[in-house]
């Protein structure tokens, strides 16, 4: 008898989904602000997680990624914030002054551009004027690098720089504003200065058109350099909106290319460190940083030299980590999965995540505390199906970990859509199949470790589960869906045994599979096939099979002009000619004629293939005891089998090198004795 193997279901691309629903506010607080002042910060912070005021700048095409949010600082005793509106302090002293005999020469050099910049401040906001205005700040910046005053600088002459910017921030340019804050940030403000020009430099980045003003300055590099200085203990609302502001720049690919060019990857794998070791009293600040940086490192994760990146930093291990310590932030378990789903996708990527300790176990967790968050949901299974695609260790380590079938199957359940469950909508019916989509393909992939299918085949549960969906869906509706539960029942019945709870299963089955059979779904007959081609080993079912005329279409498949059809097939004809029967129906159907045309059109390009065919061939004969080839088809079958079986000859079809050893190994080891005996049997 024979049977087919157990197949790995290849990894599609995500269904693209809806964003994140977590806050009603998403559209509105995207809308530019009205004010022409950013107001106190404690309204900044409002329920509108990414509404801030600030100068209104030209309108443009806003961003939207949703996720977003900004907080609610009253509630976190990490976060200071000050009482009145925008201030910007002067009066700092935030580094040692500088007492060196050639201050006042320096001096001598700032001291005209900065009444030039008042000057112009003074006329107004035309476009000529703010030009002005953006040249002197670059000249001012290149003065001040030059003269070695950037940093932090003696209090009396670095107030004064500032006090002159600060004024420049109400004339609505936002090439000037950015202008502004990268002199304020090469500064070194801090404190409530630093967290205003942060939330200055995160309003310009909302515009989209924006962009180009960040790629011909210095900010990205300031703002990298902020990351690794600031603390979040004194300064985590500037470090969010800092964030935020990559997050919202990390959208263009050209910024992305300066990001990696400036070792962003090494300064997010120190920033993580060192948010993931704050005090408790900052926790819930970190979590919202963690939620800009996620999605920030989401949008690099797209870029192919950001993915060696990720494992050589070992950032997958550290993103494990976040997903720990914030397993109860949606925003940002979903980013983190985001990422896994894209680099689980290669090969470095599976193999970085799978060496991460207890990763497995984590997204069962995640799985089982989230389960009703789609889109989460949906990238985990996504990722486990990677990450099970190719490796039977991870299988193994999958299946082991607490409770993994239960929450598989139990989630199973929820997603299976019957009768009697509340109708949802469109949109919400095709993110809950996507679910199944993604979590039968696991348990199709968990299955083809011996250990773990075994299990699965006597798993009441599991099975009943796999039969539902086939009797509750159609291949016209669900048709990915479909062809993955019969694959992976496909993969199943290689374990059914006598005491299975598949092996009390197989007629039912087998009618359900009569369904895909009818289907004009090519990939829907193929499993099917495979199917019958496992459990055709029971006499029941090729009984059921020839009384419901199944062994018609299987023999029509022959004509298919694909291997994998083919081999299918052969299987099922290999098994149903076991019973003396059937022999003469098959040969009614032209059964011999076809596979003979499947041996000479597919054979020397598939030795397996051409031993399942000669195996067919010799159980149709009856071992030999019957003649049932004509004489020019058994001629024709003569002359195909001297042929492949001359050694030198065959093995000259194949041409490529890589996979030369694997085709003599099929052609000696399946081919060759089945040909040899089919052979005996014509001649004689």
Not at 427 to 447: F, I, P, Q, T
């Amino acid at each position: 008898m024979t049977g087919t193997r157990a197949r790995l279901l290849r990894a599609t691309s995500l269904t693209i989904l809806p964003p994140l629903a977590g806050h009603a506010e998403a559209q509105e607080r995207l809308k530019p602000g009205v004010s022409k002042k950013l107001p106190p910060p404690q309204s900044l912070f409002s329920g509108d997680h990414n509404k801030v005021y600030n100068v209104p700048h030209k309108p443009g095409p806003r961003r939207t990624q949703s996720e977003s949010r900004l907080i609610q600082p009253n509630d976190d005793p990490g976060v200071t914030t000050s009482k009145g509106g925008p201030e910007f302090t002067t009066d700092l002293c935030d580094g040692k002054k500088n007492t060196s005999t050639d201050v006042e020469s320096k001096w001598d050099r700032i001291a005209p551009l900065l009444q030039q910049i008042k000057a112009a401040a003074a006329c107004g906001c035309s476009e000529t004027s703010l030009e002005h205005l953006c040249n002197l700040c670059i000249s001012l910046h290149d003065t001040l690098a030059e003269a070695g005053m950037l940093g932090h600088y003696g209090c009396k002459k670095r107030s004064t720089v500032l006090r002159t910017l600060f004024g420049l921030i109400d004339l609505n340019s936002s090439r000037l504003d950015l202008h502004v804050a990268e002199l304020c940030l090469a500064l070194c403000v801090s404190g409530n200065n630093l967290l205003n020009i942060c939330k200055l430099v995160f309003q310009i980045s909302r515009n989209e058109e924006n962009d180009v003003l960040f790629q011909d300055s210095s900010v990205i590099d300031l703002l990298l350099g902020m990351l690794l200085r600031e603390e979040v203990s004194a300064s985590g609302e500037a470090l969010f909106y800092c964030v935020g502001t990559l997050k919202f720049l990390s959208g263009n690919a050209a910024i992305v290319r300066r990001l990696l060019d400036k070792n962003c990857m090494r300064v997010a794998q120190k920033f993580i460190k060192k948010l993931c070791r704050v005090e408790d009293a900052y926790f819930k600040m970190a979590r919202h940083i963690f939620v800009q940086l996620t999605a920030t490192m989401r949008n690099l994760a797209d870029h192919p030299e950001a993915r060696s990146l990720f494992v050589s930093y070992s950032l997958m291990s550290q993103l494990c980590l976040v997903l720990q310590r914030h397993s109860q932030d949606q925003d940002v378990c979903t980013n983190v999965s985001r990422i896994f789903s894209k680099l689980s996708s290669y090969a470095e990527g599976r193999l970085s995540l799978a060496e991460t300790p207890d990763c497995y176990q984590l997204f069962l967790e995640l799985l089982s505390k989230h389960h009703q968050k789609q889109d989460l949901v949906v990238r985990l299974l996504f990722t486990l199906g990677n990450l099970t695609s190719k490796s039977d260790e991870a299988r193994q380590k999958l299946f082991r970990c607490e409770a993994c079938a239960d929450t598989l199957l139990r989630l199973y359940d929820d997603y299976q859509l019957r009768e009697d469950s509340p109708q949802p909508t469109a949109a919400s019916a095709r993110d809950g199949e996507d679910v199944l989509v993604k979590l039968v393909r696991v348990l199709a992939n968990m299955c083809i470790h011996p250990d773990v299918g075994a299990a699965l085949a006597s798993n009441t549960n599991c099975i009943q589960l796999l039969m539902e969906t086939l009797e509750l869906r159609s291949v016209q509706e669900s048709e990915e869906l479909i062809v993955n539960v019969a694959a992976t029942i496909n993969n199943l019945t290689c374990y059914h045994k006598d005491s299975s709870v598949l092996k009390r299963s197989q007629l039912a089955i087998a009618e359900l599979m009569l369904k895909l059979m009818l289907s004009s779904n090519m990939d829907a007959m193929l499993e099917a096939t495979r199917v019958y081609g496992n459990l055709s080993q029971s006499k029941d079912v090729r009984d059921f099979i020839i009384q419901n005329k199944v062994h018609r279409f299987v023999v029509t498949l022959l004509d298919s002009k694909s291997p994998d059809v083919c081999f299918s097939a052969c299987g099922v004809l290999t098994n149903l000619a076991l019973d003396p029967p059937n022999r003469a129906s098959l040969l009614l159907e032209g059964a011999t004629t076809k596979l003979t045309d499947c041996l000479r059109d597919f054979g020397a390009g598939d030795w397996q293939l051409a031993g399942q065919v000669c195996q067919a061939l010799w159980n149709l004969t009856g071992g030999g005891s019957d003649k049932l080839l004509h004489a020019q088809e058994g001629q024709s079958l003569l002359e195909i089998l001297k042929s492949y079986l001359d050694e030198d000859k065959a093995l000259k079809w194949t041409e490529n090198k890589d996979v030369s050893d694997y085709h003599r190994a099929s052609w000696e080891l399946e081919f060759r004795p089945a040909a040899q005996k089919l052979l005996t049997e014509i001649v004689t």
